[in-house]
């Protein structure tokens, strides 16, 4: 399938069947479009929570008002915006650079040009921003997900600080968005709903 016809085949997958697992090889090549995904300045600012555990899937749905899809996926990934931002740029630095140390010319000069990027960032700009860049990579894994012909239905609608406590996610984590990933029990109930091209774009020759 191409690319646009996986966008034509996915749909947000209301019941998953539970019988059915992915394998470790197609997790790991969803997460492969996760860390390959760009972002800003390519600080990676989010983490994501790879959830198979029944028992952590089941409080996944609960903490989404009842929404049946984390507990009857195979897998979910939970995405958090992380606000660490200041030692990011220190560790993305030295992976960049190849200096451990960071003192080098290079590496001081891209730390300085980074931090001055980063005093933008600060308290709720910050999360918000990281928020941004974890939706970046929602994006890549719906993408990758339908060219695997694997079902995913991205979900807002849940209660994220009940979430971050189901997670115990470190300070500075916060969960933004999930997407349940497995194999659609039933097809889609509805055809595709989309605004017209002429609503959504404007041409400016
Ligand atoms: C960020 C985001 C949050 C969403 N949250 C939910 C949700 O909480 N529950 C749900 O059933 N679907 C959710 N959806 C699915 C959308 O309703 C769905 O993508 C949209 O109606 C378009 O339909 P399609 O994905 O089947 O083409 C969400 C989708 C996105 C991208």
């Not at 479009?33 to 029944?54: C, K, N, W, Y």
């Not at 079902?151 to 849940?158: H, V």
Request: with cysteine.
């Amino acid at each position: 399938m191409s690319f646009l016809s996986n966008l034509g085949w996915r749909f947000a997958t209301k019941k998953f069947d539970t019988d059915r697992k992915l394998t470790d090889e197609s997790v790991g090549q969803i997460l492969d479009s996760i860390r390959m995904a760009p972002t800003s300045f390519g600080l990676q600012s989010f983490h994501v929570s790879v959830v198979s555990d029944e028992d952590v899937k089941r409080k996944l749905s609960a903490a989404s008002f009842g929404q049946p899809q984390p507990s009857d996926a195979s897998h979910v990934l939970v995405f958090s915006s992380r606000t660490d931002i200041r030692d990011r740029v220190d560790s993305y630095v030295k992976i960049a650079t190849g200096d451990d140390t960071g003192s080098s010319e290079q590496a001081v000069k891209m730390a300085g040009m980074f931090h001055q990027f980063a005093d933008r960032f600060d308290g709720d700009t910050g999360r918000e921003w990281a928020a941004r860049q974890a939706y970046i990579a929602l994006g890549f894994a719906l993408a990758a997900a339908a060219e695997l012909e694997i079902d995913s239905c991205a979900m807002e609608g849940a209660d994220f600080v009940a979430i971050r406590d189901v997670l115990d996610l470190p300070e500075g984590f916060t969960p933004v968005v999930m997407l349940p990933l497995g194999y659609r029990a039933d097809g889609p109930a509805h055809p595709k709903a989309r605004f017209p091209t002429e609503d959504l774009f404007t041409e400016i020759r």
